[in-house]
């Protein structure tokens, strides 16, 4: 007969089986309230790189792939990395099994209710919008990172594409909506990350749905538009003006701070100015509505 750990120092018996619900508890108690919100931000957002969990929640980038090196060890995350030419490509982050399963428990709800399924990672690492996921993924998390830097700044709402759509989805579908807050002023907006792989005319045409949305909530909001270059937004900037939706273009590299002196209005002239300058949307169109 043998000592059995589970039962405590000294004390003998019979072995008892550790069940899902013990290794579940077990996990929870190793994980930290960051370690939490990584998770949770995974199930909304799908897939986040190393460097764009620094930016939301590390003090810096060793400090981060060490993290999560536990935490893919533990089955919290899971990881991938894409074949590249170039040189080596960064691991890429989805909710792991373990991660579901404390998360399911968190919410009281199965981990199927999640909408989490263990080929998630496998399946996005073939998709061929994990560069649009991606790159709109970072604008947010570098706005988080720009919060997180700045007193009085934050980004207190960031929607992933999949709520929006059920929300919304008969109407339009943004790729994100956030609300943006710098110095007690608001800036609720949708987003749509473009990377040049829809036609001017399809643009032109989510105005039309944007249109709608502000009616049946009985106020416009901004649409912003971010361009993977200067070409890019000069061409699309002559189909997107809408009388009743007020829309500003950016150029967004895979660096840049979207908070930053970037946006122009559509129907505006002057210099860029940073997100939060952009104004309320309705004294916008009020002012100058742009034409078509």
Request: charged residues 25%.
């Amino acid at each position: 007969m043998s000592r059995n750990r589970f039962h405590g120092e000294g004390r003998i018996g019979p072995a008892r089986p550790v069940g899902r619900d013990d290794r579940l508890f077990a996990l929870a108690g190793r994980l930290t309230e960051r370690d939490r919100r990584i998770c949770r931000l995974l199930a909304e957002h799908r897939v986040l790189t190393t460097a764009q969990i620094a930016d939301v929640d590390f003090d810096s980038l060793r400090k981060a792939q060490e993290r999560l090196a536990v935490l893919y060890g533990l089955e919290v995350l899971d990881r991938f990395r894409l074949r590249s030419w170039s040189g080596t490509s960064p691991y890429h982050f989805t909710l792991g099994a373990a991660g579901a399963a404390v998360l399911a428990a968190e919410r009281g709800v199965s981990v199927g209710e999640l909408a989490w399924r263990r080929q998630s990672g496998a399946a996005l690492a073939t998709n061929r919008q994990l560069a649009h996921l991606v790159g709109c993924n970072g604008v947010f998390t570098r706005l988080i990172r720009a919060a997180r830097s700045r007193p009085g700044c934050a980004l207190d709402q960031w929607w992933s594409a999949r709520r929006c759509a059920a929300l919304w989805g008969e109407i339009v579908r943004p790729d994100a909506y956030g609300v943006w807050v710098d110095t007690g002023l608001r800036l609720p907006f949708c987003f749509e990350y473009d990377t040049a792989s829809e036609t001017l005319a399809r643009l032109a045409k989510k105005l039309e749905g944007y249109a709608r949305l502000a009616q049946a909530v009985g106020h416009p909001t901004w649409v912003l538009f971010a361009f993977p270059s200067p070409g890019r937004e000069h061409a699309a900037r002559r189909v997107l003006a809408h009388p009743g939706v007020p829309v500003a273009t950016a150029v967004i590299g895979s660096d840049t701070a979207p908070d930053g002196p970037l946006w122009r209005p559509v129907g505006r002239g002057g210099p860029p100015r940073p997100m939060i300058d952009l104004g309320h949307p309705s004294r916008l169109l009020e002012a100058d509505p742009p034409r078509r």
